[in-house]
């Protein structure tokens, strides 16, 4: 997600010029995300989901260190393929495997938001954040939560082919140690504005 980005200078300079006019004048309200931008951020996660966890227990059947080939190279291809018309969807991590998938932006803020509701135990199904984003963008995110299946590639205990799969394609790998029922991320949506 190339747009996303922290706040930069832009926004620095703004913050200034607004404590400069002695804050008389605030910043318009963003209308909050419409009902129908929601429905279509909640039909892109469950689709991307659904193609993962299809794609996954095929190949899991026949070997993991095959499907960590498979995931590597269709996770991103299944996100590409639901990135039509203008949408952007994609998965992120506080510890990823694919560096690419940092949280980062709004997403670290959704994550933020989850985790608060896993400490205050709260329970994470069915939660989703959205935001209206500034350029007029709908952002709608869903937690994705460690299930068993996900162990053997993320659990605390791997196998050795696995671990070797993993570290000649992810050096830097920081997504294992998770136990079943673990927040693990989330997958996002970015939707056109309307136009
Ligand atoms: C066969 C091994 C395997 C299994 C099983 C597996 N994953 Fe992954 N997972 C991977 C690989 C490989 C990547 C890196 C994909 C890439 O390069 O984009 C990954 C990446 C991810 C990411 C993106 C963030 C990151 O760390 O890069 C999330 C989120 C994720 N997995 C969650 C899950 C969940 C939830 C399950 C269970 C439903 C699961 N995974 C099962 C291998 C696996």
């Known amino acids: ?11 620095v300079a703004a913050l ?9 004048e605030r910043a318009a309200p ?7 931008d929601l429905a279509r951020g909640r039909g892109v996660v469950a689709e991307l989901k659904k193609q993962l966890v299809g794609r996954l227990t095929a190949e899991l059947a026949s070997g993991i260190p095959g499907a960590i080939a498979v995931c590597n190279t269709e ?17 992120a991590t506080r510890k ?5 998938n940092r949280a980062a932006g709004w997403t670290a803020e959704a994550l933020t938001r ?46 050795p082919d696995v671990t070797a799969a993993l570290a000649e394609r992810y050096p830097q790998d920081e ?4 136990q079943a029922g673990d927040l693990r991320g989330l997958v996002w949506v970015e ?3 309307a136009p």
């Open 1 to 11: 997600m190339a747009r996303r980005r922290g706040p930069g200078l832009g926004l």
């Open 16 to 24: 200034v010029a607004v404590a400069a006019a002695g804050c008389r």
């Open 30 to 36: 963003v209308a909050p995300p419409a009902g129908e």
């Open 75 to 91: 996770a991103p291809a299944i996100a590409a393929g639901l990135s039509v018309d203008g949408v952007e969807v994609g998965r």
């Open 96 to 100: 990823p495997r694919n560096p690419a």
């Open 114 to 159: 989850f985790e608060k509701m896993v400490t205050d135990g709260r329970d994470l199904a069915g939660a989703s954040f959205s935001r209206r984003l500034p350029d007029g963008r709908t952002a709608y995110a869903e937690p994705l939560v460690v299930q068993p299946m996900c162990l053997a590639c993320h659990g605390a205990q791997l196998a």
């Open 175 to 178: 997504a294992t140690g998770y």
């Open 191 to 193: 939707l056109p504005a």
